[in-house]
């Protein structure tokens, strides 16, 4: 069998969905990971030279027609084929406003990145106020709260520069409420801040610790509810009538005599 009827693997994919979890919308900051993702599987299934052209001398309106030994279907046959992967992992909007007939796969990249990557000034002051305004009152959980913050970070490191670990923690140590006050002191007078996952570690630990107390804390009065509450501890229906018994019982002893 010759190598040009081997079968494509991006002819492999029935649904990129199952790949790229995610729906990239105008009003989502996911950008980066979802360019990010889209980058493993360009390569993984052998079209990357769809989103970055293996000749500088062409433009980006130019399609390529040299296909590799191991592609059987034509170039365009392939450029449609990761064009759908894009369009089906875009928000309605966000397709609206990218779409162009006669699109290549590369276009309709740089679309999206002219979209996310415009005012980088206004989007920094924007994401820099969220950072450091974020807070784990504001969350469910421990876990929810450093995932924001990690988010958040790297969208800063996008359009600015990267985002020094250092002050990340900082940033996670400063967000947390007063109940974690000996949390927080305990990560910010160590002689070395510790690493964000130790950090995050640390957190989680003091959390489950919390909700271990609490959840110890309500079964006790739950016990101790029912114990007052139990028959064998409530006083006899009648005192009065057992009174009033042991006083006639005293009274016919005293007839007798």
């Known amino acids: 069998m010759s190598d040009t009827s081997k079968i494509h693997p991006a002819i492999t994919v029935n649904n990129i969905k199952n790949f790229i979890r995610i729906t990239l919308g105008m009003k989502k900051s996911q950008y980066e990971f979802w360019s990010g993702l889209f980058q493993i599987y360009y390569r993984a299934y052998e079209v990357l030279d769809h989103i970055i052209p293996p000749t500088s001398d062409s433009s980006s309106s130019t399609i ?3 296909p590799s ?3 059987t279907p034509s170039w365009e046959h392939l450029d449609a084929i990761v064009l759908q992967w894009i369009y089906e992992t875009i928000s309605h909007d966000l397709l609206r406003t990218v779409f162009k007939p006669d699109s290549t796969a590369s ?3 740089d679309r999206l990145k002219n979209i ?4 980088k000034n206004s989007r920094a002051v924007h994401l820099q106020h969220q ?3 974020t807070c784990i009152e504001t969350f469910p959980d421990a876990s929810s709260y450093y995932q924001e913050l990690k988010i958040l970070a790297d969208q800063l490191g996008n359009v600015v520069s990267a985002i020094e670990e250092d002050r990340l923690v900082l940033q996670l140590i400063t967000g947390l409420n007063d109940t974690s006050e000996s949390l927080q002191s305990i990560l ?3 002689e070395k801040l510790p690493s964000f996952y130790e950090a995050i570690s640390t957190l989680i630990l003091e959390e489950s610790r919390k909700q271990q107390s ?3 804390a309500a079964s006790s009065v739950a016990i101790a509810l029912i114990s007052s509450t139990s028959p064998s501890n409530k006083p006899s229906p009648s ?7 042991i006083n006639r019982s005293r009274g016919s002893s005293q007839g007798n005599n």
């Open 64 to 66: 390529q027609t040299t």
């Open 69 to 71: 030994a191991t592609q």
């Open 107 to 109: 276009q309709a990249c």
């Open 116 to 119: 996310f990557n415009d005012n």
């Open 131 to 133: 950072f450091t305004n």
């Open 188 to 190: 910010s007078h160590r």
């Open 214 to 216: 609490a959840t110890q």
């Open 239 to 245: 005192g009065q009538s057992n009174n009033t018994y």
